[in-house]
């Protein structure tokens, strides 16, 4: 069945600097979500990418979507503590999640 | 509007209990969806249905599991008998429809079972 594998699983960024966590799935994607969870909260969603190529821009983070629909970027510059927490993508019509990324900052 | 409303928000039990979890998805919402989440294998998609029929249940992990949804307002998940190794946070989202639509997750059950 449908896969989506997220990189890294764990990343620990000073605060300031920039993080980066990618997504990858086995198979075209229709579409691409991302969320993200603060630690003992829920999933809230954050953005979804539909067109090839596509890249979106909330402030400080830029979410992009590859060409062939098979991968995924969630960029943050300039990291702040209130980005702490774990990012997941998820991908499909059943909404396939990755295992996500967790990030902490250092301030 | 509530947002996606779940009960219990933590539930202690011992093993062989028959556990209930509740969920109220947002209104209008058609797609309901049950996630269990462990640190061990993620967010995991147990069951969705759509306008009140369940459309896949593969991710179900075995027949101690079942998950109704009686009406638009209301789902419930089942576990019996319980075992330890479904001590988790499982989580109740919703949707306007499936496929490419936005899901709001409500805020978890936690379960433990000794």
């Known amino acids: 069945g449908q896969q989506v594998m997220q990189i890294p699983q764990y990343q620990h960024v000073q605060e300031g600097e920039d993080f980066t966590t990618y997504c990858n799935s086995s198979?075209?994607?229709?579409?691409i979500q991302w969320y993200k969870q603060r630690p003992g909260g829920h999933p809230v969603f954050l953005i979804q990418?539909?067109?090839?190529?596509e890249v979106k821009k909330q402030k400080r983070l830029t979410f992009q979507f590859g060409e062939a629909k098979k991968n995924s970027s969630l960029h943050i510059t300039a990291t702040q503590t209130t980005d702490v927490g774990t990012y997941f993508c998820?991908?499909?019509?059943?909404?396939?999640f990755g295992a996500g990324t967790i990030l902490r900052v250092k301030s | 509007d509530a947002g996606v409303i779940q009960s219990p928000r933590h539930e202690v039990t011992e093993m062989g209990q028959e556990v209930t979890l509740r969920c109220k998805p947002i209104?209008?919402?058609?797609?309901l969806f049950w996630y269990r989440q462990t640190m061990m294998r993620g967010l995991e998609l147990l069951i969705y249905?759509?306008?009140?029929?369940?459309?896949?249940d593969s991710g179900m992990p075995e027949d101690r599991f079942s998950a109704k949804m009686p009406n638009a307002s209301f789902s419930t998940l089942k576990i019996q008998p319980s075992e330890p190794r479904d001590s988790a946070v499982y989580f109740c989202?919703?949707?306007?429809?499936?496929?490419?639509?936005?899901?709001?997750f409500g805020a978890g059950s936690r379960l433990t079972v000794l």
């Open positions: 198979t075209t994607l229709s579409n």
């Open positions: 249905f759509n306008n009140n029929v369940p459309i896949d």
């Open positions: 998820a991908g499909g019509n059943k909404l396939v």
């Open positions: 209104s209008g919402h058609n797609s």
């Open positions: 990418l539909v067109k090839s190529g």
């Open positions: 989202a919703s949707s306007l429809r499936t496929g490419a639509n936005v899901l709001t």
